[in-house]
C-alpha cells in the first residue's frame, strides 16, 4: 500500500524592497507641479461646470430657448460643410504642392500664412473690410460697379456662409500640410512603374494615393470635427453670434449666456455638447490605437 507523504511549500523569499533612487525621488518631484496645473486648471474647471451644469431645470429651460436649436442647426451645418470643403480642397492642394517645381516651395510659404498668423488680428481684420460703409470690399465694389455693396454680416445665412470662409481659409495650410506629408510617404516606385503600364493621372490617384492615404485622411477628418466643434474665433470674432443671435454654434453660445448672467445655462450648452464629442474622440483613438 503507497504512503502519500504531504511536503509542506514553503512560499519563496521576498527580495527586501530597494530604496527609491535620488532620480526617482527627484523625478516624482518635478512631476508634481504638472498634477498641481493638471488638478487647478483642468479637472477643478470641468468638475466645477458639470456641478453648475447638474440641475435638470438648466436643460428644460435650455431646449426652450429657440436660440439653442438654432446654434445646433449652425453647428452641424458648419460641421458638414465646412469640414467637406476643407478636407477635399486640401487633398487637391496637397497634389499640388508635391510638384517639383521651384516656384512651388514660393507659393507654400505664402500659403501657410494665415494658418501661422495669430487669429484675433487676421479675423478681426476680415471683419473691417466687410464693413458696408467704409470696408475695402464694398469700397472696391462701388468703385468697380458704381452700386452699394450689400450689409456681409448683416444677413444670417451669408454670415454663417462667410464665417466657414473664415474658418476653412485659416486651418486649410495645416490640413494640407498634413496630406503633403502623406504623399511625400508614398515611394515613388510605384508612381513609376503605373507610368510605364501607361496610368492616367487619375489612375494614378484611384490606384496609388488615395488606397495609401486613405486612413490619414479619414483621421484627419475626425480631428478637425473635433477642432471645429469648439472653434470659437471663426465665429464669435467675425460675427459675433449676430445678427440676432443667429450665428450662434455651440462654441460660442456659451457666451451669449455668460453676458446674460446666466451661468447654468452657459454650463448646460457646454454639457450638451459632449455626445458630439465623445464618439468622434473614442472613434479617432480606435483608429489611432490600430
Known amino acids: 500500500m503507497n504512503t502519500l507523504t504531504s511536503t509542506t511549500l514553503s512560499p519563496p ?28 486648471f483642468v479637472l477643478y474647471p470641468v468638475g466645477y461646470g458639470l456641478w453648475l451644469a ?62 501661422a498668423l495669430p487669429s484675433i488680428p487676421t479675423i478681426l481684420s476680415i471683419r473691417f473690410m466687410l464693413n458696408p460703409e467704409w470696408g475695402v470690399v464694398n469700397s472696391l465694389i462701388f468703385k468697380l460697379t458704381g452700386m452699394d455693396g450689400p450689409n456681409w454680416l448683416n444677413d444670417p445665412i451669408l454670415a454663417l456662409t462667410l464665417a466657414m470662409l473664415t474658418h476653412i481659409w485659416k486651418s486649410l ?32 490617384f484611384r490606384f496609388i494615393t488615395w488606397p495609401s492615404m486613405r486612413n490619414l485622411y479619414l483621421t484627419s477628418t475626425i480631428l478637425s470635427m473635433i477642432w471645429t466643434l469648439g472653434d470659437f474665433n471663426s465665429v464669435y470674432l467675425l460675427t459675433g453670434g449676430g445678427p440676432a443671435d443667429l450665428t450662434h454654434v455651440l462654441a460660442t453660445l456659451g457666451i451669449r449666456y455668460l453676458r446674460l448672467d446666466q451661468v447654468d445655462l452657459s454650463m448646460a450648452s457646454i454639457v450638451v455638447a459632449m455626445p458630439l464629442v465623445l464618439p468622434l474622440v473614442f472613434f479617432m483613438m480606435k483608429r489611432l490605437s490600430k
Open 13 to 40: 523569499a521576498r527580495s527586501p524592497k530597494k530604496p527609491m533612487s535620488s532620480w526617482q525621488f527627484w523625478g516624482m518631484v518635478m512631476v508634481v507641479p504638472y498634477l498641481l496645473v493638471f488638478l487647478i
Open 54 to 115: 447638474r440641475h435638470p431645470s438648466s436643460y428644460v429651460k435650455l431646449f426652450e430657448d429657440p436660440i439653442f436649436f438654432r446654434a445646433v442647426i449652425n453647428t452641424v451645418f458648419f460641421l458638414v460643410v465646412a469640414i467637406n470643403v476643407k478636407m477635399i480642397v486640401a487633398l487637391v492642394l496637397s497634389g499640388f504642392f508635391v510638384t517639383p517645381r521651384w516656384w512651388i516651395k514660393i507659393v507654400a510659404a505664402l500659403f501657410i500664412l494665415p494658418w
Open 173 to 204: 495650410p495645416f490640413w494640407t500640410l498634413i496630406l503633403v506629408a502623406g504623399r511625400l510617404a508614398i515611394p515613388a516606385e510605384q508612381y513609376e512603374a503605373a507610368s510605364v503600364d501607361g496610368a492616367t493621372s487619375l489612375q494614378k
